[in-house]
C-alpha cells in the first residue's frame, strides 16, 4: 500500500507535501511503515544552515549528507541532539516548509 493510494485527487495536497516529499507512518498489513523524508542535497545544504544556528556544538563533518541515505542522517542526528525520532522527522520538515526562511 503506497501513499498514493490514499489521495484523493478532488484534494490539492499543501504546499508543505509539495516542497519536501513527505511520507508518514502507515499500517499496512499488519506491518509498521517507517516515516521517511526525502531531502535533496540543494535543500539540504540551507536545512544544515538552520541546524547548525540551532545546534552550534554540530560540525560540517557530523552533518555530511548525500541524498538517499535519509535514515543515517535521522539516526546519526538523534545521537547528536540526544532527541528521539519523531523530533528529528519534525525539525528537518519544520526547515523544509519554509526553505528560504531562516527560521527553523
Not at 490514499?6 to 509539495?18: A, G, H, R, S, V
Not at 499488519?30 to 535543500?43: F, G, Q, R, T
Not at 540551507?46 to 563533518?61: A, F, G, P, S, W
Request: net charge positive; with cysteine.
Amino acid at each position: 500500500m503506497t501513499l498514493g493510494s490514499f489521495y484523493c485527487p478532488t484534494i490539492p495536497l499543501p504546499k508543505f507535501f509539495e516542497k519536501s516529499l513527505l511520507y508518514f507512518p502507515i499500517f499496512a498489513e499488519n506491518n509498521l511503515v517507517m516515516a521517511e523524508i526525502s531531502i535533496s542535497n540543494k535543500d539540504w545544504e540551507r536545512v544544515k544552515i538552520k541546524i547548525q544556528r540551532k545546534y552550534n556544538h554540530l560540525t560540517d563533518e557530523q552533518l555530511g549528507y548525500t541524498a538517499g541515505q535519509e535514515e543515517n542522517l535521522i539516526s546519526r542526528l538523534m545521537e547528536l541532539v540526544k532527541r528521539d525520532r519523531n523530533y528529528i522527522i519534525f525539525t528537518l520538515k519544520k526547515a523544509l516548509v519554509n526553505i528560504d526562511n531562516n527560521r527553523l
